[in-house]
């Protein structure tokens, strides 16, 4: 069974947003960034509402720099530690530049082995 997930990257500029049902995308946001909103609970809230829409329990990914991790959008605690409820359980990512990594060029496409080997190390979704 395929499972949802949303995927929220803030920044300075915006604060995007995808939320995708196993490899489909189902929704995309650019929305104000953190420093724009003037709720704390606008970011609960919204995940709650897509909660309750799609009848799941939504895992979240929040992608954020180690520094700016603590009590971002309200879906952490002070620790930068992501917060969890009946409607989401956010995971903390820190942001960074990952590299590609060398690939061996002329051997095919392998693609779909690369996405099993990311996701069976955590790396995928």
């Known amino acids: 069974m395929e499972s949802y997930q949303v995927v929220i990257l803030p920044s300075e500029r915006w604060t995007r947003v995808l939320l995708c049902h196993g ?19 606008s970011a609960p809230t919204f995940l709650e509402s897509l909660a309750l829409w ?13 520094q700016h991790a603590g009590f971002c959008l309200g879906l952490t605690d002070e620790l930068g530690l992501g917060k969890c409820s009946i409607y989401y359980r956010v995971e903390v990512r820190e942001r960074g530049g990952r590299r590609r990594g060398t690939r061996i060029r002329s051997m095919g496409n392998f693609a779909d082995l690369r996405r099993l080997s990311l996701s069976a190390h955590g790396g995928g979704r």
């Open 23 to 41: 490899p489909d995308e189902l929704l995309r946001a650019i929305l104000p960034p953190p420093s724009q909103v003037r709720h704390e609970r």
């Open 54 to 66: 799609l009848d799941a329990t939504l895992p979240v990914v929040l992608s954020v720099d180690a």
